[in-house]
Nanobody, 124 residues
Framework: QVQLVESGGGLVQAGGSLRLSCAAS????????VGWFRQAPGKEREFVAA????????TYADSVKGRFTISRDNAKNTVYLQMSSLTPEDMAVYYC?????????????????WGQGTQVTVSS
């Protein structure tokens, strides 16, 4: 089992950058693929980015491709989401999720473990 804690959210102006972190407990974190999802008020939770166990395979939603970068440091049990060129459309609660699988998944139902989320607010 793994527990996830997100951090790094906050208020940023449009065009700015933020780096989110997802810290995991447990010694087998390197066995888990990790995804980032986001949920804006009144909307469904949507896929943002995901990374496989080793960090060698990543996938992104079209809406963030070229602006967001997912990475991981298994020695620190942490996955990062570097976000740049933020727009008000990126404003949401961001969640990280993990699953004991090799390849990353874009479907939220593929992930068994979830963090509590961190709020990202983008002012125009």
């Amino acid at each position: 089992q793994v527990q996830l804690v997100e951090s790094g959210g906050g208020l940023v102006q449009a065009g700015g950058s933020l780096r989110l972190s997802c810290a995991a407990s447990g010694r087998t974190f390197s066995s888990y693929a990790v995804g980032w999802f986001r949920q804006a008020p009144g909307k469904e939770r949507e896929f943002v980015a995901a990374i496989n166990r080793s960090g060698g395979v990543t996938t992104y939603a079209d809406s963030v491709k070229g602006r967001f970068t997912i990475s991981r440091d298994n020695a620190k049990n942490t996955v990062y989401l570097q976000m740049s060129s933020l727009t008000p459309e990126d404003m949401a609660v961001y969640y990280c999720a993990a699953d004991n699988r090799y390849m990353p998944a874009t479907n939220r139902y593929a992930y068994h473990y979830w963090g509590q989320g961190t709020q990202v607010t983008v002012s125009s």
